[in-house]
């Protein structure tokens, strides 16, 4: 006996009744089994209600930067909206924007992600080489004309690759060796080289054509280090917005870095001063130190052993933050705030003054700053976390290397000590 469930014309499930005795269904029987529908009707509707809410929820979190600490403004101008359009009435969404807020700004960037990546890329493509070259030795004299080929591209490799090299042997491959391989299978060929080229095939990523052990288990390191550092971050974020409701981001790359915009234009409703910016600050000093210490716990299990560098810019002037319709999301607004977005891109790879030296350097914190009245603030948070035993004695005081556009930038720099 099957029953449909459906509400307004949608079946939403089937109920099905079965009996091991002949004939045991009647018409009455499905009639007093209906009395079971509405009942279902409900759990069902109830379900589909809080799948949706669910769903909005993971949409909110993960695909959008409406961030809890803004909705408001977002809710304020829909409700307006929402009001004009009952009414009939023509009403234009206003920009959503926050003036005169305090930044913050940190990073925890994985150290030479860059060169480790071309590394294994090289040895991903010298082991692929090798493995056609022992398959070609196994055939007849027509696949001589691909060990000269491979020949060529293993000493580019190792000696003068080129721009292109990766996307010739990529073109080889699709265009002349796979084909070769291929038909090698698909005609009577000895056991050994039919195993052989299966092997093959099964080590290469479909989308490049290419071998991708190597490299999967740095990206595989990599997506572990920013999903564990991401996670910290997150978790900590909790305590940082009791402290005062802030806009927050961040983004993961070869790392995950972060920003905190700061002021009464975000909760108005809020007592807000300068004792703010301050608990804040010594709240993302000591986030990036846990995260480090965390790291090194976690780090000798990784498929390849990484390092990560932190960094925290501090910046006095406040900007404006304003949403972007057409990316959805926050950016700096105008011109005179995207300074500070310049100065954030120059710090990832600057030096030491005079000095071939990353002002960043993995197992330390290095904090960078304009002014002397930055250096005592953040001099003052040092000497706490070193009375916890969070971070050394070892203080270092730095000039930064004159960026394009940007001088004065002075740093301090201090090692973190050891969770063993």
């Not at 590394?119 to 070259?133: A, R």
């Not at 052989?196 to 490299?215: E, M, S």
């Amino acid at each position: 006996m099957v029953i449909p469930i459906i509400k307004d014309g949608e079946l939403l499930a089937i109920m099905e009744f079965t009996s091991t005795v002949v004939g045991s269904f009647n018409g009455l029987k499905l009639k007093k089994m209906e009395f079971f529908t509405d009942m279902v009707l409900f759990s069902l509707s109830r379900f589909y209600f809080e799948k949706n809410y669910q769903i909005e929820a993971i949409i909110q979190r993960e695909y959008t930067t409406i961030h809890d600490s803004v909705v408001w403004k977002f809710r304020n101008e829909a409700e307006k909206y929402f009001t004009a359009s009952m009414g009939k009435k023509m009403y234009s969404l206003k920009q959503i924007s926050f003036k005169n807020l305090t930044p913050l700004f940190g990073v925890s960037d994985i150290r030479s992600s860059s060169e480790k990546r071309f590394n294994l890329m090289l040895e991903d493509l010298n082991q692929q080489i090798e493995w056609l070259k022992d398959i070609f030795t196994l055939t007849n004299s027509d696949s001589e004309k691909f060990t000269l080929a491979l020949d060529i591209f293993e000493s580019e490799l190792n000696h003068e690759i080129k721009a292109d090299t990766e996307q010739r042997f990529q073109r080889l491959l699709r265009e002349e060796i796979h084909p070769f391989l291929q038909g090698k299978l698909e005609v009577r060929t000895s056991k050994e080289i039919k195993a052989k080229i299966q092997d093959y095939f099964l080590q290469i990523l479909a989308q490049t054509d290419l071998f991708y052990n190597h490299r999967k288990n740095l990206d595989d390191s990599i997506t572990l280090v920013n999903r564990k550092l991401a996670d910290m971050l997150d978790e900590s974020q909790i305590k940082a917005q009791q402290i005062f409701p802030h806009y927050y981001e961040r983004f993961k790359s070869d790392g995950v870095e972060h920003n905190l915009y700061i002021g009464s234009t975000i909760a108005p409703d809020l007592h807000y001063t300068s004792k703010v910016v301050h608990k804040l600050r010594y709240w993302q000093l000591k986030t990036i130190c846990k995260m480090e210490l965390d790291f090194q716990s976690f780090k000798k299990d990784l498929p390849i052993q990484l390092d990560i560098a932190s960094l925290i810019f501090v910046y006095n002037e406040k900007i404006d933050i304003r949403f972007r319709m057409d990316e959805k999301r926050f950016d700096v607004d105008g011109a005179y705030n995207s300074y500070y977005e310049i100065i954030k891109k120059r710090l990832d790879k600057a030096h030491v003054k005079d000095s071939a030296e990353r002002i960043t350097s993995p197992g330390k914190i290095t904090i960078v700053y304009f002014g002397m009245e930055n250096q005592k603030e953040y001099l003052e948070y040092i000497s706490k976390l070193q009375k916890k035993g969070v971070l050394q004695h070892d203080i270092e005081f730095l000039k930064v290397e004159d960026l394009q556009g940007i001088t004065g930038l002075l740093a301090l720099r201090v090692s973190l000590s050891s969770n063993d």
